[in-house]
């Protein structure tokens, strides 16, 4: 027997947490039709999100509600990550400045892409979206939930963020901000470290992480085993016309503290 479009919709109302982005692949995956989707519309029960998106008629939605949908409708392996996540841990509070829109981090895998409906839903937010193969396995312990209103989503625990920072530098994280928020990052796990240094892809993102973690003392440092570390051999630019780091051997700006010699 068909069930009655006000029964749906009641099953659909109780289903959809209040903030949450609901896509149309998902919507009839659960039975509901482009006619009955179509219809609530009409009936001013939903409102376009943007294309193949909706959200609750009357409702506020932001990015969060959008990342919810790409994770938990659409599949895709994205997460909040580098500066965003932190923030979201209480790492790093920093006043906007005033007529730049706040931003969030999100990093997926090289082969998937943003809907259009998300990239275009303005959210007040500038949306940085970065697919790239940071760790070579997925490293599912260094993920975390975080709620937001009626929801989850999955963002990078501290020790994931903080590499996806180092990664960022310099061109959309700056040094010494990137250094002011590892600054507060003293009780971050060893072995947590340990394993996505092993596997982290990037030389220049290791050697990174380490000279702020040694040079910060973090008391974490001491428990590495950097032998266990594959950071490379030869030198690595950082930062354009700074000086290199004897033991690091990557370039920092000059007013750095450890003994350099210009390169």
């Not at 479009?5 to 903030?19: A, H, I, V, Y």
């Not at 965003?84 to 090289?110: D, E, K, N, W």
């Not at 929801?151 to 960022?168: G, H, N, Q, V």
Request: hydrophobic share 35%.
């Amino acid at each position: 027997m068909t069930e009655p479009k006000e029964t749906k919709l009641n099953r659909l109302f109780k289903s959809w947490p209040r903030g949450a982005v609901y896509t149309s692949a998902y919507m009839k995956k659960e039975g509901y039709d482009d006619s009955l989707i179509h219809y609530y519309q009409k009936q001013h029960w939903l409102e376009s999100a943007g294309r193949g998106a909706f959200k609750l008629h009357g409702d506020e939605t932001d990015w969060y509600g959008g990342v919810y949908a790409l994770q938990k409708q659409l599949g895709l392996h994205i997460h909040v990550g580098a500066k965003t996540s932190l923030t979201l841990q209480g790492y790093a509070h920093y006043v906007l400045v005033t007529g730049h829109l706040p931003r969030c981090h999100l990093f997926g895998i090289r082969d998937e892409h943003l809907p259009a409906w998300f990239r275009n839903g303005g959210w007040n937010t500038k949306i940085i979206y970065t697919p790239t193969k940071l760790f070579e396995k997925r490293c599912p312990e260094t993920f975390l939930d975080y709620n937001h209103r009626e929801f989850t989503i999955r963002i990078s625990c501290a020790e994931r963020a903080a590499m996806e920072m180092c990664y960022l530098v310099p061109k959309l994280h700056g040094f010494d901000e990137t250094e002011k928020i590892m600054e507060n990052l003293m009780a971050l796990r060893p072995d947590v470290v340990q394993e996505l240094l092993i596997h982290c892809h990037f030389i220049k993102v290791k050697r990174l992480f380490l000279y702020f973690a040694d040079k910060l003392e973090h008391p974490w440092f001491r428990d590495l085993d950097l032998s266990n570390i594959d950071l490379g051999a030869g030198e690595r630019q950082i930062i354009k016309g700074g000086v290199l780091d004897k033991k690091y051997r990557i370039t920092v700006p000059r007013s750095n503290e450890y003994e350099n010699f210009n390169i």
